[in-house]
Structure formats: C-alpha cells, structure tokens
C-alpha cells in the first residue's frame, strides 16, 4: 500500500510526540514557557523545511517523514531546556528502550504489503504489553492509579 510509509511515520510521531509532553515536564512544572516554545516552534520549523524538500521526491512518506523528525528536534531541545531548568534524574537508557521497541512494534506491524495480519498485529502488541509489565512501566502505571483513586500521592 502506498500509504504505509506515510502511516509508519505518522506512528513513529505519535511515539515522539508523546516522548516531547514527558521529557520536557521540568519546564512544564518550573512554568518555563519560554523553553516551551522555543523548542516547539523550531521543531515545527524544522518539520516544514524538511517537507519542503522531501515532500516532491517521497511523496506523502516524507512528507510524515520530515515532520517526525521536526518533532525529534523539538524531543531534543525540550529534553536540554527541561535538564537546565529541573535536573529530573530520567532512567535514559530505560526511556529509549520503550521508544525502540514501540518503534519496533510498529516496524513489524506495517512490514508485509497491506500491513500484518490482525492476529500478528495483536500478538505484537500483547507482547508489547507483556514487555511493559516486565521492564516495571505498566506495574508503576497501576499503582500510581491505584494511589489517586484513594486519594493519595504515589511514592
């Protein structure tokens, strides 16, 4: 299908978009809109002058493909600001993973032409699932839930 790589790059921005609202949370908190911005409108900038080149070569997949990585721009400049402001001490490493292995699942999931079949596309993500219970994010996830719903603040 020649939607696929349009559709696997607008995955992958999803992936980062949500990457951007968590690594940039110091500035957030420290109400530092200046950094906010900053990094928004670069990365936004970044996205259509890449469009603007890689739009008319690969079509409606660069097109995805400049704005995913205008907002890994945005990802990174935010994540700086944010450490200069609040020095959240971030597991890195833990972080990239679960972005990897999202960006894997997605990989798979769009790779046969018309995309895996259903029952591949959720056998993925259950593992996906599973892989988040054992790397800790879905149990810290709960509890945290669990937690507000008393009323109180997770540890």
């Known amino acids: 299908l020649p939607a696929l790589p349009a559709l696997a790059g607008s995955l992958g921005f999803a992936i980062a978009y949500a990457a951007y609202h968590v690594l940039t949370m110091p500035s957030a908190l420290s109400k530092d809109m200046k950094d906010l911005g900053i990094s928004a409108s670069v990365g936004a900038g970044t996205g259509i002058a890449l469009t603007a080149l890689l739009a008319g070569p690969l079509g409606s997949g660069g097109t995805a493909l400049a704005f ?15 450490r200069r402001r609040v020095p959240v001490p971030f597991d890195r490493s833990r972080m990239a993973l679960l972005v990897a292995a999202a960006g894997v699942v997605i990989a798979l999931s769009l790779l046969p032409p018309g995309g895996a079949p259903l029952a591949v596309r ?34």
Not at 68 to 82: E, H, K, S
Not at 122 to 136: H, I, K, M, S
């Open 122 to 155: 959720l056998g993925l993500a259950a593992a996906f699932v599973v892989a988040l219970f054992v790397e800790g994010t879905a149990r810290e996830v709960i509890r945290s839930l669990r937690g507000s719903r008393r009323g109180k603040r997770p540890a």
């Open 68 to 82: 995913l990585l205008g907002q890994m721009v945005a990802v990174g400049l935010g994540f700086t600001f944010a």
